[in-house]
C-alpha cells in the first residue's frame, strides 16, 4: 500500500487530499536508501517504549540503530538530509544536540540541589515538570544499561540516587521539607488531600521509627527538621504551653470548656481533669500539670 502511494503520487493520480494527509504524518515520498525507512521504524518503535529518541551509540539491544541516529546528526550538520527526513525525525522529537540539551538539565538539577539539599525531584513538583522527567529518565536509563560512563559519573559526584527504595524515600523527603517551608512545620494531617502519599508516608515513619525499623541516618535527618515522632506528643505540649499562658492572664488555670477564645485548649483541660480522675494521665504529664496549679 505504501509504495502504490509513491508510485501514484510519481503518476499524478493520487489527490492532493491524500497527499496533504500523508504529508501531515511525515510520509515519505522518497526513500534516499533503502535502510533509512526500516531504522525510522526501529526509532519510532524506541520512541514509543523510552519516551526519547536519544539511543546510545552502543546501545546492545540494538547497536545499529545507535550508530544510525549519531550519523543522522550528522548528516543534519552537513545538510544532507531531505526535508521530509528531518520533519520524520523532528515528528518523533529527536534531538539533534543531545549533549547540549543533557548539559543543561545538568545545571537545572544542580540549582534544585543548590536549592533544597539533594538531587530527587518530586513528581508533584510543578515549578519545572521537564526536570523531573529528564530525572526519571536518568534512572530508566541507567538500569537498563544506555547512560554514557561520564554522565553517570558527573551525576554521582552530585549525590544523585539510583535505587528506587531509596529514591521513594528521598522523594518523599523533599515533599516534606517543601511542606515545612510552606507551614513552618512537618506535622502533615492524616489523610491528607492535597499529598495523600506524604501523609501515609510520615505515618510510616513513625512506625517504623517506634518497630525499631528504621536506619540512623533517615532519624538524623528527620531530627535535624523538626520532624515530631509522636504528634499526640506534640499536640499536648502545645496545649500545655497555652495553659501556662493562660494562667499568667489569669492567674488560675480553670479553663471553661467552651472558652471562646481557644475551643481546642478548653477541651484539652476538661480531657485532663478527667483522665487524672480515672489515673489515665502519666505521672510526667500529672506532674507537670501540678506544678502549675492545674485542678
Same mark, same amino acid.
Given at each position: ?48 517504549? !523510552?519516551?526519547? $529518541? ?27 538530509? $531531505? ?48 526536570? @523531573? ?8 536509563? !541507567? ?27 528521598? +522523594? ?13 512545620? @512537618? ?19 513513625? %512506625? ?11 532519624? $538524623? ?26 494562667? +499568667? ?21 476538661? %480531657? ?24
Amino acid at each position: 500500500w505504501v509504495n502504490n502511494q509513491r508510485r501514484n503520487k510519481k503518476k499524478g493520480i493520487l489527490s492532493p487530499e491524500r497527499i496533504c494527509r500523508l504529508d501531515e504524518i511525515g510520509f515519505l515520498w522518497h526513500i534516499v536508501d533503502s535502510g533509512w525507512e526500516d531504522n525510522y521504524s526501529e526509532l519510532s518503535k524506541y520512541y514509543k517504549i !523510552y519516551g526519547h $529518541t536519544d539511543v546510545p551509540i552502543k546501545w546492545h539491544e540494538n547497536p545499529q540503530l545507535g550508530r544510525w541516529v549519531s550519523h543522522q546528526r550528522s548528516k543534519k550538520r552537513k545538510a544532507r538530509l $531531505t526535508e521530509i527526513q528531518i520533519r520524520c525525525l523532528e515528528s518523533v522529537k529527536f534531538n539533534w544536540n543531545p549533549k547540549d540539551k543533557w548539559d543543561e538539565m545538568y545545571v537545572s538539577l544542580l540549582e534544585f540541589k543548590n536549592s533544597y539539599g539533594n538531587c530527587n525531584v518530586p513528581r508533584s513538583w510543578q515549578i519545572a515538570p521537564e526536570l @523531573c522527567n529528564w530525572v526519571n529518565r536518568q534512572r530508566r536509563q !541507567y538500569k537498563t544499561g544506555q547512560m554514557d560512563a561520564e554522565q553517570i559519573k558527573k551525576l554521582e559526584e552530585i549525590g544523585f540516587l539510583w535505587n528506587i527504595r531509596q529514591n521513594i524515600w528521598e +522523594e518523599r523527603f523533599s515533599e516534606l521539607l517543601l511542606y515545612k517551608t510552606n507551614t513552618g512545620h @512537618c506535622d502533615v494531617p492524616d489523610k491528607w488531600g492535597e499529598n495523600p502519599k506524604l501523609s501515609h508516608w510520615v505515618g510510616v515513619q513513625r %512506625r517504623n521509627y517506634s518497630k525499631g525499623k528504621m536506619n540512623h541516618e533517615w532519624i $538524623t535527618r528527620l531530627n535535624e527538621i523538626g520532624f515530631v515522632w509522636e504528634p499526640h506528643d506534640a499536640s499536648w505540649t502545645e496545649r500545655f504551653s497555652e495553659l501556662i499562658k493562660f494562667k +499568667e492572664l489569669n492567674g488560675h488555670c480553670r479553663v471553661p470548656q467552651g472558652f471562646a477564645e481557644n475551643l481546642k485548649l478548653g477541651r484539652w483541660a476538661a %480531657r485532663q481533669r478527667k483522665s487524672i480522675r480515672r489515673k489515665q494521665l502519666s505521672n510526667e504529664r500529672a506532674q507537670l500539670l501540678a506544678e502549675i496549679g492545674f485542678e
